[in-house]
């Protein structure tokens, strides 16, 4: 399912935009459990939020023969690349 890489992707580069508006403090982090991850250092966030994901991907890879699979993989992906690029152009316009 491509929409599992577009997910992985979109991940990490959710999290680079996240840290880097953090760091230019143009930002603050609402989701309490991100904040835990983002609290835990670069490193070891990115490893959680990464190996989280990557679960959550390995899972719909597993039942993607069901079509709710599917549904959700591709919901998923689309939620993702909205996010970055609600994330990008936020930035643009900060910045």
Do not use: F, H
Not at 18 to 42: C, F, H, K, Y
Not at 54 to 76: E, I, K
Request: proline content about 2%; aromatic content about 6%; hydrophobic content about 60%.
């Amino acid at each position: 399912m491509p929409y599992l890489a577009t997910i992985l992707v979109c991940n990490v580069v959710d999290w680079a935009l996240t840290r880097d508006a953090l760091a230019l403090g143009i930002a603050s982090e609402a989701n309490p459990v991100a904040g835990l991850m983002l609290g835990a250092g670069d490193v070891a966030g990115l490893a959680i939020k990464v190996g989280l994901v990557a679960a959550c991907c390995l899972g719909l890879w597993l039942l993607r023969s069901r079509t709710l699979a599917l549904r959700a993989a591709q919901w998923c992906a689309g939620a993702y690349v909205a996010v970055v690029l609600y994330q990008a152009l936020a930035r643009a316009v900060v910045l």
